[in-house]
């Protein structure tokens, strides 16, 4: 049998603080075990989870691993608002005039993340 992605683990100043954004984000839940100034916590997201560890060095480059999201209820423009409106910066806007394309947002500690078309936008009826 093959392996399974269990979690995809990510560094960061304050495990607690930034799965609680990435929580708000997947509208997933937090490990009940965890609770601010915890080392780790783990968002409980569909298909696997989100792991954050508290480390003491502090970002410095760009990822070399990100994630693109697909909303599932709302626009990819409507789900960039949302997004902004939680705490997400913009970084790149790669959205064009004919509705394809991306945008490149950071999490509040500088980790890139995509935001891509909905399925719907994907697939119009």
């Known amino acids: 049998m093959s392996s399974l992605v269990r979690h995809v683990t990510i560094d960061c100043a304050d495990a607690y603080a930034l799965a609680t954004f990435w929580s708000a984000v997947l509208d997933a839940p937090l490990s009940d075990d965890d609770h601010p100034g915890d080392p780790e916590a783990l968002v409980q997201a569909p298909g696997g989870g989100l792991l954050f560890i508290t480390v003491p060095e502090k970002k410095t480059v760009k990822n070399r691993v990100h994630l693109d999201l697909q909303p599932q209820d709302r626009t ?48 119009p009826a």
């Open 76 to 123: 990819r423009d409507e789900e960039v608002e949302r997004l902004l409106g939680l705490g997400a910066t913009l970084i790149s806007d790669q959205r064009r005039p004919d509705g394809t394309g991306w945008a490149v947002l950071a999490d509040p500690e500088g980790n890139e993340f995509c935001v891509e078309r909905s399925k719907a936008e994907r697939n």
